[in-house]
């Protein structure tokens, strides 16, 4: 008989708490397989790569299964995946118009819109990363603004 894979562990879903614009730090949340009725926060610094978990096992260093899926979790933000297709103009718009976004909603009513935030970091992130490879056009270099 053949037996079929099941899902490993680290597929389970994260659910998205926030994006912080000044830091560039996404947070995701997850029930503690550990503590019934814990939630563990797992956090990912889009602009270095840098993962934390407040896990069992992250609060004593270990390596855990969250600090993977958080970045699969933040690869597969929606906003995340389009800024991929996008021209290296059409970026620095987005861009722009996101950090607009988030600028003019935190005049008006005191906080931005998550999705805001998520479209302003995932942005700042592709326009890093292709900085970072060599991809962007200087022309777009020079407007910056996704890289304030
Ligand atoms: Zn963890």
Redesign the pocket.
């Known amino acids: 008989m053949q037996t079929v894979a099941t899902a490993p562990k680290t597929t389970a879903a994260l659910r998205f708490l926030s994006a912080d614009t000044t830091t560039g730090i996404v947070a995701y949340a997850t029930p503690s397989a550990h503590d019934a009725g814990r939630t ?1 926060v ?1 956090s990912l610094d889009t602009q270095t790569g840098a993962t934390y ?3 069992k ?2 609060e004593c260093h270990k390596a ?4 993977a899926a958080v970045r699969a979790a933040w690869d597969a933000e929606a906003a995340r995946f389009e800024t991929v297709w996008l021209t290296d103009a059409q970026l620095v718009r987005s861009g722009t118009k996101a950090a607009r976004m988030v600028a003019t909603y935190q005049t008006r009513i005191g906080r931005s819109l998550a999705s805001d935030r998520v479209a302003l970091l995932a942005a700042r992130a592709e326009y890093r990363r292709r900085v970072r490879l060599g991809l962007i056009e200087r022309s777009a270099w020079i407007a910056v603004p996704v890289a304030a």
């Open positions: 563990n797992v978990c407040d896990c096992a992250g855990c299964w969250h600090l």
